[in-house]
Nanobody, 124 residues
Framework: QVQLVESGGGLVQAGGSLRLSCAAS????????MGWFRQAPGKEREFVAN????????AYADSVKDRFTISRDAAKNTVDLQMNSLKPEDTAVYYC?????????????????WGRGTQVTVSS
């Protein structure tokens, strides 16, 4: 089992920045990848970014590329998401996911464990 706890959400004006953090505990030695997803009201959960648990390979959704940066601190077992130039359409609950396998890296089905989420609201 792996436990995930997100932090760092909040309210910010358009153009501002926020940094989300996801702390992983438990069987982290079994992980293959970590990812951030988001879900706006009435919409499906969508991929934002992911990073290899061992290594530095990353991937981003086109909608956040060049604005968001995902990073991992191996010593602290944390994965952060630095979000810059935020837009109102970035408003959502952001979830951290942990994957044990290499399959479906861009889809929620590819992640076996999830945090409870943190709200990000961007005002115009």
């Amino acid at each position: 089992q792996v436990q995930l706890v997100e932090s760092g959400g909040g309210l910010v004006q358009a153009g501002g920045s926020l940094r989300l953090s996801c702390a992983a505990s438990g069987r982290t030695d079994s992980l293959y990848r970590m990812g951030w997803f988001r879900q706006a009201p009435g919409k499906e959960r969508e991929f934002v970014a992911n990073i290899a648990w061992f290594g530095s390979t990353t991937a981003y959704a086109d909608s956040v590329k060049d604005r968001f940066t995902i990073s991992r601190d191996a010593a602290k077992n944390t994965v952060d998401l630095q979000m810059n130039s935020l837009k109102p359409e970035d408003t959502a609950v952001y979830y951290c996911g942990a994957a044990q396998y290499s399959t479906a890296p861009l889809y929620p089905e590819g992640y076996q464990w999830w945090g409870r989420g943190t709200q990000v609201t961007v005002s115009s």
